[in-house]
């Protein structure tokens, strides 16, 4: 599905981030835009925008 879309926006949870999942959403470089529940650490935040990825946390 994210493969065939023109753009994956992801609602995650902070908890959830930078964890391994057996059954991951995406690849970082795969989501447009990421939308979350607090800040970012700063190594994640320079992955996102390596990756050109929007994030926001809301």
């Not at 057996?22 to 700063?42: C, G, M």
Request: glycine share 2%; net charge positive.
């Amino acid at each position: 599905m994210v493969n065939r879309s023109r753009k994956v926006v992801a609602l995650i949870d902070h908890s959830k981030i930078g964890r391994n999942s057996s059954a991951p959403f995406a690849a970082t470089k795969q989501i447009d835009v990421l939308l979350t529940n607090t800040q970012l650490e700063e190594d994640v935040s320079k992955e996102l925008i390596a990756n050109q990825v929007s994030f926001y946390s809301v």
